[in-house]
C-alpha cells in the first residue's frame, strides 16, 4: 500500500466575539493508479481529538495549534514533540559505513538471547541495507532501530 500522510492545521471560530480555535488535521492518502479493483485513490481525515496512530506532525503545524483540553490531543501533541526531539538528535549522530566497527554504549538483547555490543557493519548479498556482524559471536544482525540507541563508530582494526 503507498500511503501518505498529510499534517494540517484548521481554524474553527467559536464564538461571535472571534474566540478562536486551531486544531491539527490528520489526513492518510492512498493512491494506487494500478488497483484492480478500481478504487485508485481514497483518503481518512482526522483530527488530533481522535487519537491518531501517526505522530509525525511537523513543529510548523504544531506550532499554529491553539491549547485543547482533549486529552488524545494533548497526548498527541506531546507524542509529536518527542518524535520531533528524537529526530533532532538522530540527525546529529554519525551513521554507519561499511567497513566501521560499531559500539553500543549498553548490550542489545537480540531475538536469539545473545546480548551483544560490538560488530562490524557490512552487507550480505541478494540483501539490501547493511546487516552488522558481531564481533563477539561471529552471528549476522540487523538493528532497524539503531537510530534510537547510542552508540560510537570505529575504523576497523
Do not use: H
Amino acid at each position: 500500500m503507498n500511503r501518505r500522510v498529510y499534517y494540517a492545521a484548521a481554524e474553527r471560530i467559536l464564538t461571535a466575539d472571534t474566540k478562536r480555535s486551531v486544531f491539527a488535521i490528520v489526513c492518510l492518502v492512498k493512491w494506487a493508479p494500478r488497483a484492480r479493483d478500481g478504487y485508485i485513490f481514497g483518503y481518512k481525515d482526522l483530527d488530533e481529538t481522535v487519537g491518531p496512530c501517526e505522530r509525525d506532525c511537523p513543529a510548523g503545524i504544531l506550532d499554529l495549534l491553539t491549547p485543547t483540553e482533549y486529552p488524545y490531543a494533548v497526548k498527541w501533541r506531546e507524542d509529536c514533540r518527542a518524535n520531533l526531539a528524537v529526530r533532532a538528535i538522530q540527525a546529529k549522530k554519525p551513521k554507519p559505513s561499511l567497513g566501521q566497527n560499531l559500539i553500543l554504549a549498553e548490550p542489545m538483547c537480540f531475538t536469539d538471547g545473545q546480548k551483544l555490543s560490538r560488530f562490524r557493519v557490512t552487507t550480505l548479498p541478494r540483501r539490501r541495507g547493511f546487516v552488522y556482524q558481531s564481533l563477539e559471536n561471529g552471528g549476522f544482525y540487523r538493528m532497524p532501530k539503531l537510530a534510537t540507541v547510542d552508540y560510537r563508530l570505529e575504523a576497523p582494526g
